[in-house]
């Protein structure tokens, strides 16, 4: 017989900090972060893995956290936008983001920008095929594609700093 779900310490890393929550085991990441932590920065956009604005890193991969249990990530680090800048890939992308006014209305671009800089990360010199397998994934109603290819080369091309 299936009951409730059981509510229990989870022992969470964000950004760097210890970040113990009660919540039931199922509950996914990103009602934590948003609802629980008040960590607003990561989108609700479709709620089923379908659009990318929930993207966070796992571990450093970017992951959809609308339907990602937070029992799965006890123990792995979890980064979000508010640390994105933290990371020289990340700080490279926000840098490019703004200086070619990528965003619209924004509600995509968190995930964006978590997906440039995994990217960013792991392929220095992206090419257009590594730049198209990076980001297709995420979704922008707004269809700021052309300029988010733009931010990314731009941020590719900036100096290199921290890691
Ligand atoms: S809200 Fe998670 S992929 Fe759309
Ligand atoms: S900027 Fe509006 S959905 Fe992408």
New binding site residues.
Partial sequence: MKGAPVSGTRNLRINGEAKPVEVPADMPL?WVLRDVLGMTGTK???????????TVHVDGQPT????LPVSAVEGKAVTTIEAASRSDAGARVQRAWLDLEVVQCGYCQSGQIMSAMALLRDKPDPSDADIDAAMSGNICRCGTYVRIREAIKLAAGAPKGRP
């Fill in positions: 990103l609700f956009g479709c709620g089923v893995a379908q659009c990318g604005a929930c959809r956290s609308c339907v």
